[in-house]
């Protein structure tokens, strides 16, 4: 068993839930990465920008597929972005305005945006997630390339919301969620398993080499999509049923201890779900 590629969500995966993680253990892991030509990849629905502020010193030696695979970054340079068609940014915004129970973010490649009149804990709470935020009197006067757009609700009514969206506005954008009552509109064929596809592809490495970590609904492709598909301990039900095998938590340093276990024993991972 050879690992080439390691692929981590961050919110409840590689972050405790003080998003934080341990540097230390992290950088004596990444310099054996390194020695034995493994590649770390960060696979998030957040922001590029606030994605490799976590990694100091060498957040230009890694890669990104942020916002959900829409934007991908290799080593600081951009790879692939998608671009939603004004009319189609259009169609989505007024779908969303009849609705109440959501505030959003539209997520642009150079920032991401609010309106003027969004609550200051909305703003603060955004702003950790997106660290080039702007408000905006109106998303009608945005020249940005949009990437997607993210929505905040209700807590218990988000996979119900979720559902609601991909009925009305399917077709358009893809509803998926990280939990947490967040939900996130993507194009449709776009998530972090293309993403990671992409980047296989280039640096020519098979699903067989790949391990992917994730908790949320968000990530569910990317898990399918590679050999070692690893389910948080305290991630959602629908993603722990599907994933091949289980960490332990965020809170346990869960992404660290499966690294560490491959380093130790370089073999195949026994399914702690068993």
Not at 24 to 40: A, D, T
Not at 199 to 222: H, S, V
Request: charged share 25%; hydrophobic share 35%.
């Amino acid at each position: 068993m050879t690992i080439k590629l390691i692929a981590v969500d961050m919110d409840g995966t590689f972050l405790n839930d003080q998003k934080k993680y341990d540097g230390k253990r992290f950088l004596k892991q990444y310099v054996k990465m390194k020695e034995q030509g493994i590649r770390f990849v960060v696979a998030s629905g957040n922001q590029y920008y606030q994605l490799k502020s976590f990694f100091g010193d060498i957040q230009d030696e890694l890669s990104y597929v942020s916002e959900n695979g829409a934007f991908i970054v290799e080593h600081g340079k951009e790879l692939f972005s998608v671009d939603i068609p004004k009319k189609n940014v259009k169609l989505v915004l007024e779908e969303l305005v009849t609705h109440q129970k959501f505030s959003m973010v539209l997520c642009g490649k150079e920032s991401a945006y609010v309106l003027e009149n969004v609550t200051d804990k909305f703003y603060e709470t955004m702003k950790k997630y997106y660290h080039r935020l702007q408000k905006v009197p109106s998303f009608d006067g945005i020249h940005d390339q949009i990437l997607k757009f993210a929505l905040s609700c209700p807590d218990d009514e988000t996979l119900q919301l979720r559902d609601l969206l991909h009925s009305r506005i399917g077709d358009l954008v893809t509803p998926v969620s990280s939990g947490h009552g967040s939900i996130d509109l993507i194009v449709p064929g776009f998530h972090k398993a293309s993403g990671i596809q992409l980047l296989q592809e280039k640096w020519n490495i098979k699903d067989e080499e790949t391990m992917a970590f994730g908790d949320g609904g968000n990530d569910m492709e990317m898990l399918k999509h590679v050999k070692y598909g690893f389910a948080m301990k305290n991630g959602s039900d629908e993603v722990k049923n599907e994933a091949k095998y289980l960490a332990p938590s965020n809170n346990e340093n869960g992404v660290l201890e499966i690294i560490d276990q491959y380093f130790a024993k370089q073999g195949p991972f026994k399914d702690l779900r068993s």
